[in-house]
Nanobody, 121 residues
Framework: QVQLVESGGGLVQPGGSLRLSCAAS????????MAWYRQAPGNQREMIAR???????NYADSVKGRCTISRDNAKNTVYLQMNSLKPEDTAVYYC???????????????WGQGTQVTVSS
């Protein structure tokens, strides 16, 4: 079993910044891609940033230039630094991670429970 725990969400004013963290724990020998998604009320969950084990990153157009994803492999943690936040960034933010329980196992994707980000004055 793999557990992902997000933290760092909260209420921030437009133009402000937040840093989300997601720590993975449990039984795995490796973590591949880690990603951040978000889901606003009435909307589908969308991927906003992803990072491979080697550090290659991809961003959704909606956050490109405002968000930076990074990871600390020693801590099994992925981060999302969000700047210049807008009211439309309000959503529940989820992380996910691809892990292997053994080196010959298939990849399993796990999800965190989500953390609320609200951008409002």
């Amino acid at each position: 079993q793999v557990q992902l725990v997000e933290s760092g969400g909260g209420l921030v004013q437009p133009g402000g910044s937040l840093r989300l963290s997601c720590a993975a724990s449990g039984r795995f020998v490796s973590i591949g891609v880690m990603a951040w998604y978000r889901q606003a009320p009435g909307n589908q969950r969308e991927m906003i940033a992803r990072i491979t084990g080697g550090g290659t990153t991809n961003y959704a157009d909606s956050v490109k230039g405002r968000c930076t994803i990074s990871r600390d492999n020693a801590k099994n943690t992925v981060y999302l630094q969000m700047n210049s936040l807008k009211p439309e960034d309000t959503a529940v933010y989820y992380c996910n991670a691809d892990t292997r329980s053994t080196y010959w196992s298939s990849v399993v994707t796990s999800w965190g429970q989500g953390t609320q980000v609200t951008v409002s004055s």
